[in-house]
């Protein structure tokens, strides 16, 4: 076994300063663990050694001994210094090998079962590092309540964890709760975070992406202002060390949560940014140009803008023709321009998406909608009725603003000529009010 006797590396693995690297191995915690584990004393530990009160300063990580007490105090637990060190720091680096192959997708250096199997490798002052890293796994695995499981453990002991691992932890519970859709859980848990922590661990790419989830969480609960705050952090982290693809999903984002305040310049600038990074980037992906080309769309179709808007469509369908969301936007703005048959010819390959493959539940409301506001005349008031309240509900209960500006528009119209003027004037107080909520920034925006 090689010798390492460099007080300096014994400095960088017992200390309770944390580089930006990683965790500190802490041999304290590996002595006191061996201690209680064969049942001894402080006191029968100490002696002959050094006084009990400075094995406890040991113990609790407060001072680094010369090496000569680490190796008595560890021979006389019957473990070998150069053994502990050498064992705990390949393992350090085992599990910083795996952390980063599940966060910035590294290639593994050894078997998956051999990361695995670190569990029953680990010591006393690494396990808290492996739970984290193997609920990442989980997350990875698709094992979300699992993960959870691990996470709230771990929370119970929140306090006593060190500075990176606080953060790399919450970084990996705001990932679960994401997955879980438990967002304000998320926001909930930074918060708390930010409160008393800076973010100052890791690497910048780790800032970007924990600033990146929260946007994405204030996002999903129309908080668009927040949203904006973090997307516009995660990307200023990205772009120090111009990680692109990054840089890519911040921007789109940004040009989201624009949207939807109704900042259209500033939300297609954004846009734009994205595209000329994408179209820069030979290994991006037709599905990037896709999502902006049709977010570039629906950009231009708030402002009116209609020729462009379905030339963007139009682009975005040209790389999945089945796409089914492109193919719902591409049948609504032919419905606001007066070009039913056009109208008509997408919804109809809408339809056979839907009978072909899973759809998501809210794209197949905006199939009824559409479809009901393009067969409207061969409805009966019954039917009309049963749409508004079944789907339209649906999206008033999902509190999606835009969608519900634009359908109670729609069928407010159809009931006040029909002479149905009370329920007429409850759709546009929806309209007025999702308009009110989004030039706001959002509902809990309202500063």
């Given at each position: 076994?090689?010798t390492?006797?460099?007080?300096?590396?014994?400095?960088?693995?017992?200390?309770?300063?944390?580089?930006?690297?990683?965790?500190?191995?802490?041999?304290?915690?590996?002595?006191?663990?061996?201690?209680?584990?064969?049942g001894?004393?402080?006191?029968?530990?100490?002696?002959?050694?050094?006084t009990?009160?400075?094995?406890?300063?040991?113990?609790?990580?407060?001072?680094?001994?010369?090496?000569?007490?680490?190796?008595?105090?560890?021979?006389?637990?019957?473990?070998?210094?150069?053994?502990?060190?050498?064992?705990?720091?390949?393992?350090?680096?085992?599990l910083?090998?795996?952390?980063?192959?599940?966060?910035?997708?590294?290639?593994l250096?050894?078997?998956?079962?051999y990361?695995?199997?670190?569990?029953?490798?680990?010591?006393?002052?690494?396990?808290?590092?492996?739970?984290?890293?193997?609920?990442?796994?989980?997350?990875?695995?698709r094992?979300?309540?699992?993960?959870?499981?691990?996470?709230?453990?771990?929370?119970?002991?929140?306090?006593?964890?060190?500075?990176?691992?606080?953060?790399?932890?919450?970084?990996?519970y705001?990932?679960?709760?994401?997955f879980?859709?438990?967002?304000?859980?998320?926001?909930?848990?930074?918060?708390e975070?930010?409160?008393?922590?800076?973010?100052?661990?890791?690497?910048?790419?780790?800032?970007?992406?924990?600033?990146?989830?929260?946007?994405?969480?204030?996002?999903?609960?129309?908080?668009?202002?927040?949203c904006?705050?973090?997307?516009?952090?995660?990307?200023?982290?990205?772009?120090?060390?111009?990680?692109?693809?990054h840089?890519?999903?911040?921007?789109?984002?940004?040009?989201?949560?624009?949207?939807?305040?109704?900042?259209w310049?500033?939300?297609?600038?954004?846009?734009?940014?994205?595209?000329n990074?994408?179209?820069?980037?030979?290994?991006?992906?037709d599905?990037d140009?896709?999502?902006?080309?049709?977010?570039?769309?629906?950009?231009?179709?708030?402002?009116?803008?209609?020729?462009?808007?379905?030339?963007?469509?139009?682009?975005?369908?040209?790389?999945?023709?089945?796409?089914?969301?492109?193919?719902?936007?591409?049948?609504?703005?032919?419905?606001?321009?007066?070009?039913?048959?056009?109208?008509?010819?997408?919804?109809?390959?809408?339809?056979?998406?839907?009978?072909?493959?899973?759809?998501?539940?809210?794209?197949?409301?905006?199939?009824?909608?559409?479809?009901?506001?393009?067969?409207?005349?061969?409805?009966d008031?019954?039917?009309?009725?049963?749409?508004?309240?079944?789907?339209?509900?649906?999206?008033?209960?999902?509190?999606?603003?835009?969608?519900?500006?634009?359908?109670?528009?729609?069928?407010?119209?159809?009931?006040?000529?029909?002479?149905?003027?009370?329920?007429?004037?409850?759709?546009?107080?929806?309209?007025?009010?999702?308009?009110?909520?989004?030039?706001?920034?959002?509902?809990?925006?309202?500063?």
């Amino acid at each position: 076994m090689k010798t390492l006797n460099s007080i300096q590396l014994l400095t960088t693995l017992c200390n309770n300063e944390i580089n930006s690297e990683g965790f500190t191995l802490k041999i304290g915690d590996v002595i006191r663990f061996k201690r209680i584990e064969k049942g001894m004393s402080q006191e029968d530990l100490a002696y002959g050694i050094c006084t009990n009160s400075y094995l406890s300063r040991i113990e609790n990580n407060h001072v680094i001994p010369d090496e000569e007490i680490y190796r008595l105090l560890l021979g006389k637990l019957g473990a070998d210094y150069d053994e502990i060190i050498y064992n705990s720091t390949e393992i350090e680096n085992d599990l910083d090998d795996w952390y980063s192959h599940l966060t910035k997708k590294t290639p593994l250096k050894k078997e998956l079962n051999y990361y695995l199997g670190l569990g029953n490798k680990v010591n006393h002052g690494q396990i808290i590092k492996y739970k984290i890293i193997y609920s990442r796994y989980l997350i990875t695995n698709r094992e979300f309540e699992k993960a959870k499981e691990v996470l709230d453990d771990l929370y119970d002991i929140f306090p006593s964890l060190n500075s990176y691992e606080k953060f790399i932890f919450v970084n990996t519970y705001v990932v679960c709760f994401i997955f879980l859709d438990q967002n304000q859980s998320a926001i909930e848990i930074f918060e708390e975070y930010t409160q008393h922590h800076n973010i100052n661990f890791g690497t910048k790419e780790e800032h970007g992406n924990l600033y990146y989830n929260i946007a994405l969480c204030y996002k999903r609960d129309r908080s668009y202002k927040k949203c904006i705050y973090y997307a516009k952090q995660a990307f200023a982290e990205y772009s120090d060390n111009f990680h692109l693809t990054h840089m890519i999903k911040a921007l789109v984002l940004l040009g989201i949560a624009y949207n939807n305040i109704h900042d259209w310049e500033i939300s297609y600038k954004y846009y734009k940014q994205a595209l000329n990074i994408v179209e820069q980037l030979h290994t991006s992906s037709d599905r990037d140009k896709l999502m902006i080309y049709n977010d570039l769309g629906y950009c231009s179709e708030c402002q009116d803008l209609h020729s462009e808007a379905i030339k963007y469509y139009e682009l975005a369908l040209q790389i999945d023709k089945d796409n089914i969301n492109v193919l719902i936007n591409l049948t609504r703005i032919n419905y606001k321009i007066g070009n039913h048959p056009e109208a008509k010819h997408y919804l109809n390959k809408t339809e056979q998406v839907i009978k072909s493959q899973s759809v998501n539940e809210m794209l197949i409301i905006q199939y009824n909608l559409l479809k009901c506001l393009l067969f409207v005349e061969y409805k009966d008031m019954d039917e009309i009725f049963h749409v508004l309240n079944s789907d339209f509900t649906y999206i008033v209960k999902h509190r999606v603003y835009e969608l519900i500006i634009f359908y109670s528009k729609e069928f407010a119209n159809i009931l006040e000529n029909n002479k149905f003027y009370k329920k007429s004037n409850e759709l546009y107080k929806y309209s007025f009010h999702a308009y009110e909520f989004l030039l706001k920034g959002g509902e809990k925006n309202n500063d």
